[in-house]
């Protein structure tokens, strides 16, 4: 053997090392190019839904206290607002005042730890 062919032996098998290193490199860059586009459009969907404030808050003026459906397109719906409380009839088409209510309904807030102990001593 020659220099030459043994320095293109060692070229050829360097060559081959560095081609089988760049497919898992590019796999790898894929992967965490695709992992920061989806965190990405987390964050940017979390922004827009608190932007505009598509999730009910109860720190409002403004409260639901229950909710009846009465119908597909049709419930009932017990609201406050400051401390007085409506009885209201919603449509897809309108809201209809049915009632405003002299005394408070006060409607018990059953946790689901209070719930799954009732459950649990109910099977005893």
Known sequence: MTISSLMLTAVAS?????TEREP???TMANMLGGLIIVLAV????AY????????????G???????????????MVLVEVDGQQ????VTSAQVTLIDKLDTPITIA???FASRLRQAKSSQS
Do not use: C, H, M, W
Request: hydrophobic residues 45%; positive net charge; glycine residues 4%.
């Open 109 to 111: 807030q059953d946790s």
């Open 42 to 45: 987390i964050f940017l969907l």
């Open 14 to 18: 360097t060559t081959t090392q560095v």
């Open 61 to 75: 003026v403004l409260k639901t206290l229950a909710v009846t459906p009465l119908g597909q397109r049709e419930k």
């Open 48 to 59: 827009l839904v608190r932007r505009l404030k598509l999730v009910p808050s109860n720190q």
């Open 86 to 89: 409506y009885l209201l009839g």
């Open 24 to 26: 898992a490199l590019t």
